[in-house]
């Protein structure tokens, strides 16, 4: 199988400084504030799942700011409940389905999405960025688009360069034990876990 590739740029600052097409941000993050009192942004709720699943979608409101550095916003209300949880990932791949089928956004900007957890946030949020580009013919409806995705946090971005390092290891190390969990054990075990099929691309701003 082919791989895909997946480019990241890690942002350590202030993610407000970024111009792109669109963000995603946490439903609860001061910057949401700051879009609504500054640039005039109106959110309104979304169903924000372009496919077919049992899971509930996720709870999210997307704006069109009069100004600001962002075209589109979406706003995220999603949670980390424990370390091998996947909600987050769930949550923030089906918005990312939502947001780049109608937008075909040529960059993403992505801030953490809850404050909760910070090492499962970023694990999560790479799984994100896994799921879609893996999936990308269900969750998108087609080939892989190649967007960039700007990981912007205040509070640096060691983590993602930890999980990323090495060809993604510890990323994947995470990965295998929900893999084993969610997919050997219910297909078994000939479905093994491609470390292949996504590459991340990434770097980090200096």
Known sequence: MTSVTVRVRLHRGDARTIVAPLAVIGDRSPVRTWLEQEHGAVFEPVVARSWPSLRAPALAWQASPRSGPWRHVVSLRTNVRRQRGTKLA?????????????????EIVILPLTWREPDAVAMNTLLALWLVASYSDLILGGPWPDPQFTLASLDGTDRYIEALRNNATAFYDWLEHIWQRDVITLLGPENVLDREKVIFDWVADS
């Open 90 to 106: 769930n949550d923030l791949s089906d918005t990312l389905g939502y947001a780049i089928k109608p937008w075909a956004p040529f």
